[in-house]
């Protein structure tokens, strides 16, 4: 069946609700993964959400921090919510749909202001993150229909940044990131679909951060949120938008959508 999947980190579901209405009038997706929803699973807006038309849900969420969810207007079977690195911290979740595809939604840890493990708790737990990743990836997406997607906070390519010399010792793209996320790639045997259809000599952003006002205006932009797709779901991916209207709209989150078409 075909299936529009989207995937976006809100900043904060109880702010962008009008925003996530929004998207769904334009842009129509069957199945919606969020991240950063901040906010515990009690107060999670299921009935708001069944009333836009998804009332299927799986809910992974804390109060006023990380947390992610998957809502859908297909059924879902096999729900899963796994835990990364020992810690219980909400980055995850994960639905089977129809046909037989495994959808994993992910919010890696950001990392912190200094990508030096030795002294920064949060990168550290970054990297642990990632290997764990990779390591999880060689075995659940081999030989299956998978589709990974969410922010992975780390933009890989050189023009995966606006400016690449520059930010090479900025967390998010060092050397050592980029190599953890190609691994989780490599192990897998996941197709990076963002450079699937954009060339990797041309620039492709999906985050502009909040401290410049005018980073936005000026395509100040980062690669941070990704759809990685399993070579048995690959012939099905039929095309990939970079939702990038979002991020002029009122209050917007930093960070915008991407939809992937499967068929």
Request: charged residues 25%.
């Amino acid at each position: 069946m075909k299936l529009r999947i989207a995937s976006w980190n809100v900043n904060s579901l109880r702010q962008r609700m009008d925003h996530l209405a929004r998207l769904i009038e334009e842009r129509a997706p069957d199945v919606i993964c969020l991240q950063e929803i901040k906010m515990a699973e009690e107060i999670f807006p299921a009935e708001d959400l069944s009333a836009l038309g998804y009332p299927h849900h799986v809910v992974a969420g804390q109060k006023g921090y990380n947390g992610v969810a998957i809502i859908s207007r297909v059924p879902f079977a096999d729900r899963q919510r796994l835990r990364w690195c020992a810690r219980d911290d909400k980055r995850h979740a994960s639905v089977e749909l129809p046909g037989g595809l495994r959808l994993h939604n992910f919010y890696v840890p950001s990392g912190g202001p200094k990508p030096d493990p030795e002294v920064n708790d949060k990168f550290a737990h970054k990297i642990a993150f990632l290997k764990e990743m990779a390591s999880w990836s060689s075995v659940e997406a081999r030989g299956r229909k998978l589709l990974l997607v969410g922010d992975l906070n780390v933009a890989p390519l050189e023009n995966d940044v606006w400016n690449h010399k520059r930010l090479l010792r900025s967390v998010g793209h060092t050397p050592l990131e980029s190599g953890l996320l190609s691994d989780v790639l490599r192990a897998g045997g996941l197709t990076d679909v963002g450079r699937h259809f954009v060339p990797a000599d041309q620039p492709l952003y999906t985050w502009w951060g909040y401290r410049f006002a005018q980073a936005f205006d000026k395509d100040y932009g980062w690669r941070l949120d990704h759809a990685f797709a399993s070579a048995a779901l690959m012939e099905g991916v039929q095309g990939l938008e970079i939702f990038r209207e979002t991020r002029a709209w009122e209050q917007p989150s930093d960070h915008v959508p991407v939809i992937v078409d499967l068929a």
